[in-house]
């Protein structure tokens, strides 16, 4: 299931907008009439390749992925994570039966802890990534195309523009 917000997409806008949200402003492809519209913003997000991505040598290939979308790596570091950061970084699973094996799988391994940059990115990202159940994962997708499980899918990133603010600070201080 795509549980990603739709923050930073807004349809149907037929306010007058100032002269420098309409700079930013582009018609989508939906709308010969102009009924829907995109706002471009330029965003952070927190991206994480989990353990199964570096062990088994992806990282190069999902980095590559998000750089031809068009979008740009402004940190990076490799990370080993421990159970509190999950616990605040997981805090919405924390109740379920299979929170103990996702503390297990993502701290088996380093992971590479990135923020990425660009237009739209959090929810770009989102879509790049594909769903979050393997078997809604669309081919074209890395999820789609490199994980035939849900728990150890291969990345990780923030779902709104408030996740994406906290999780950059969680990871990157
Ligand atoms: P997301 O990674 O697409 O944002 P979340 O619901 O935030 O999805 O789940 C976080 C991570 O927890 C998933 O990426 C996956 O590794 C794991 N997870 C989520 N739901 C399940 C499940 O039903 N079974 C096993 N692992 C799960
Ligand atoms: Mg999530």
Same mark, same amino acid.
């Given at each position: 299931?795509?549980? #990603? !917000?739709? $923050?930073?997409?807004?349809?149907?806008? +037929?306010?007058?907008? +100032?002269? =420098? @949200?309409?700079?930013?402003?582009? *018609?989508?492809?939906?709308?010969?009439?102009?009924?829907? /519209? /995109?706002?471009?913003?330029?965003?952070? /997000?927190?991206?994480?390749?989990?353990?199964?991505?570096?062990?088994? &040598?992806?990282?190069?290939?999902?980095? %590559?992925?998000?750089?031809?979308?068009?979008? *740009?790596?402004?940190? %990076?570091?490799?990370? /080993?994570?421990?159970?509190?950061?999950?616990?605040? $970084?997981?805090? $919405?699973?924390?109740?379920?039966?299979?929170?103990?094996?996702?503390?297990?799988?993502?701290? !088996?391994?380093?992971?590479?802890?990135?923020?990425?940059? #660009?237009?739209?990115?959090? *929810?770009?990202?989102?879509?790049?990534? #594909?769903?979050?159940?393997?078997?809604?994962?669309?081919?074209?997708?890395?999820? &789609?195309?490199? %994980?035939? !499980? @849900?728990?150890?899918?291969?990345? $990780? &990133? !923030?779902?709104?523009? =408030? +996740? %994406? =603010?906290?999780?950059? *600070?969680?990871?990157?201080?």
């Amino acid at each position: 299931m795509e549980r #990603g !917000s739709r $923050h930073g997409i807004s349809r149907g806008r +037929s306010d007058a907008a +100032s002269a =420098e @949200t309409a700079k930013n402003r582009k *018609r989508s492809n939906g709308g010969s009439r102009g009924e829907r /519209t /995109t706002i471009m913003a330029t965003e952070r /997000t927190y991206i994480m390749l989990k353990p199964d991505c570096i062990r088994r &040598g992806l990282a190069g290939e999902v980095i %590559a992925r998000i750089e031809r979308k068009g979008y *740009r790596l402004a940190d %990076a570091k490799m990370m /080993t994570l421990d159970e509190p950061i999950l616990r605040e $970084h997981y805090a $919405h699973l924390k109740d379920e039966p299979f929170f103990p094996d996702i503390v297990e799988y993502m701290t !088996s391994g380093p992971v590479l802890a990135m923020i990425v940059e #660009g237009e739209n990115a959090i *929810r770009g990202m989102r879509i790049l990534m #594909g769903a979050t159940r393997f078997e809604d994962a669309e081919a074209g997708t890395i999820r &789609g195309d490199f %994980a035939a !499980s @849900t728990r150890y899918n291969l990345i $990780h &990133g !923030s779902d709104s523009p =408030e +996740s %994406a =603010e906290a999780e950059i *600070r969680r990871f990157f201080g």
